[in-house]
């Protein structure tokens, strides 16, 4: 079993930046490619970034592309989410998941989600 924490969420000012963090523990970590995805109210989750295994391939969905930076530390089993010059509109529920194949957006590939942190951008 994995398991996935995520940390660093919080209350912002547009503009500003945070640094989401999501610890995974329980299987070899560079066997998952790790993904980022977000939950407004009232809306669907959505893919936000991914990363491949080795972290040598990166994907951003369209509306952080050059915002956000996805990185990991394979000898840490730590993903991170590098989120800069924030809008209101990036409020949600931010979501670490696990895939062991290769995949961007796919949701229903991801089998292992952590619980979320909150991220809140105050206009």
């Known amino acids: 079993q994995v398991q996935l924490v995520e940390s660093g969420g919080g209350l912002v000012q547009a503009g500003g930046s945070l640094r989401l963090s999501c610890a995974v523990s329980?299987?070899?970590?560079?066997?998952?490619?790790m993904g980022w995805f977000r939950q407004a109210p009232g809306k669907e989750r959505e893919f936000v970034a991914a990363i491949s295994k080795s972290g040598a391939t990166t994907y951003y969905a369209v509306s952080v592309k050059d915002r956000f930076t996805i990185s990991r530390d394979n000898a840490k089993n730590t993903v991170v989410l590098q989120m800069n010059s924030l809008k209101p509109e990036d409020t949600a529920l931010y979501y670490c998941?696990?895939?062991?194949?290769?995949?961007?957006?796919?949701?229903?590939?991801?089998?292992?989600w952590g619980q979320g942190t909150q991220v809140t951008v105050a206009s």
């Open positions: 329980g299987r070899t970590f560079s066997s998952y490619a």
């Open positions: 998941a696990a895939a062991s194949r290769t995949v961007v957006g796919e949701q229903d590939a991801y089998e292992y």
